[in-house]
Nanobody, 118 residues
Framework: QVQLVESGGGLVQPGGSLRLSCMLP????????MGWYRQAPGKQRELVAD???????NYADSVKGRFTISRDNAKNMVFLQMNSLKPEDTAVYYC????????????WGQGTQVTVSS
C-alpha cells in the first residue's frame, strides 16, 4: 500500500506563505509525475499543480503565479511553495501521483490543513 506523508500546513494570514512537503517512499518516485491536490469543505478534490519526473510543471489557473511545485528525486519528496495566499486557498492539501490529470493511487495520505484567515 502506498504511504503518502504530507506536512507543512498551518494557519496563515492573507498574503502570507507556506511550504508544503510530501514524501513517497519507494524507488518508483523518480519515475512518476506527482501532484498537489486540495479539497475545501463542501467541494470536490482538485488538482492544483503537477510536476513531471523531469521537472516540468503545470498549474491550475487559480494558483498560477502564486504557487510553485518542485521535487527532489534523491529524497523522494515533492514540495509546494505557496505565496500570496488567499482565503479561498483554505483546504486540506494532499499529494498523489498524477496520471492523465487524475490521481494515480487509490489511497491518500492524511493531508495537511491550510487555513488562510485574518
Amino acid at each position: 500500500q502506498v504511504q503518502l506523508v504530507e506536512s507543512g500546513g498551518g494557519l496563515v494570514q492573507p498574503g502570507g506563505s507556506l511550504r508544503l512537503s510530501c514524501m513517497l517512499p519507494g524507488s518508483i518516485f523518480s519515475l512518476l509525475s506527482m501532484g498537489w491536490y486540495r479539497q475545501a469543505p463542501g467541494k470536490q478534490r482538485e488538482l492544483v499543480a503537477d510536476i513531471t519526473p523531469g521537472g516540468s510543471a503545470n498549474y491550475a489557473d487559480s494558483v498560477k503565479g502564486r504557487f510553485t511545485i518542485s521535487r527532489d528525486n534523491a529524497k523522494n519528496m515533492v514540495f509546494l511553495q505557496m505565496n500570496s495566499l488567499k482565503p479561498e486557498d483554505t483546504a486540506v492539501y494532499y499529494c498523489n501521483g498524477v496520471n492523465g490529470g487524475r490521481s494515480l493511487f487509490g489511497s491518500w495520505g492524511q493531508g495537511t490543513q491550510v487555513t488562510v484567515s485574518s
